[in-house]
T-cell receptor, first 117, second 112 residues
Framework: AQTVTQSQPEMSVQEAETVTLSCTYD???????LFWYKQPPSRQMILVIR??????QNATENRFSVNFQKAAKSFSLKISDSQLGDAAMYFC??????????????FGAGTILRVKS | DAGITQSPRHKVTETGTPVTLRCHQT?????MYWYRQDPGHGLRLIHY???????DKGEVSDGYSVSRSKTEDFLLTLESATSSQTSVYFC???????????FGSGTRLTVV
């Protein structure tokens, strides 16, 4: 079974600075997707960024980018120019690309990000 | 999120009572999921459905059952609620061709 580990329960960053959230995963599959979700206090789950394992290029979405190291099974999220609105719980998630049923997402435990003004 | 609604948003119930949570989608997605969120555990899969009347267990299915009689509705039932089932419950929908899921706004369930 696949597992996702987020080793940082909490992180803090100064407004306008850069922060990196860590994620490692374990799988025997070679074709899969990785995701970062943001959960603000409203409880809504918001997809921040996704990465296809077959793509070598790291995904980027505005101020959010990832460092995908397939051999090391590492998938970190970098937030540049941090804003107060970035304060939230962040979840790393994994999904096999090909599954007969379900395409189930497996989540890490989450990292709380605090942004200081 | 647009296209998926959960009800109720909050519920307090007594130990030993049955509880049903509802997830309704308007997206005609094939896959539907129930997760629970607990501190230190992230989101863990309870049950999922890959079609009408087609369901399967997730990693924390004990004490829960599900039903899907229509594409748009996926019900989660706690057969006899226990305090360990106090949690936030999320429904999600997905398609095989889509990368991620769309999540509902969650139900906070408290069992006293």
């Amino acid at each position: 079974a696949q597992t996702v580990t987020q080793s940082q329960p909490e992180m803090s960053v100064q407004e306008a600075e850069t922060v990196t959230l860590s994620c490692t995963y374990d799988t025997s599959e070679s074709d899969y997707y990785l995701f970062w979700y943001k959960q603000p206090p409203s409880r809504q789950m918001i997809l921040v960024i996704r990465q296809e394992a077959y793509k070598q290029q790291n995904a980027t979405e505005n101020r959010f980018s990832v460092n995908f190291q397939k051999a090391a099974k590492s998938f970190s999220l970098k937030i540049s120019d941090s804003q107060l609105g970035d304060a939230a719980m962040y979840f790393c998630a994994y999904r096999n690309r090909f599954m007969e049923y379900g395409n189930k997402l497996v989540f890490g435990a989450g990292t709380i990000l605090r942004v200081k003004s | 999120d647009a296209g998926i609604t959960q009800s109720p948003r909050h519920k307090v119930t007594e130990t030993g009572t049955p509880v049903t949570l509802r997830c309704h989608q308007t997206e005609n997605h094939r896959y539907m999921y129930w997760y629970r969120q607990d501190p230190g555990h992230g989101l863990r899969l309870i049950h999922y459905s890959y079609g009408v009347k087609d369901t399967d267990k997730g990693e924390v299915s004990d004490g829960y059952s599900v039903s899907r009689s229509k594409t748009e509705d996926f019900l989660l039932t706690l057969e006899s609620a226990t305090s360990s089932q106090t949690s936030v419950y999320f429904c999600a929908i997905g398609q095989a061709s889509n990368y991620g899921y769309t999540f509902g706004s969650g139900t906070r369930l408290t069992v006293v």
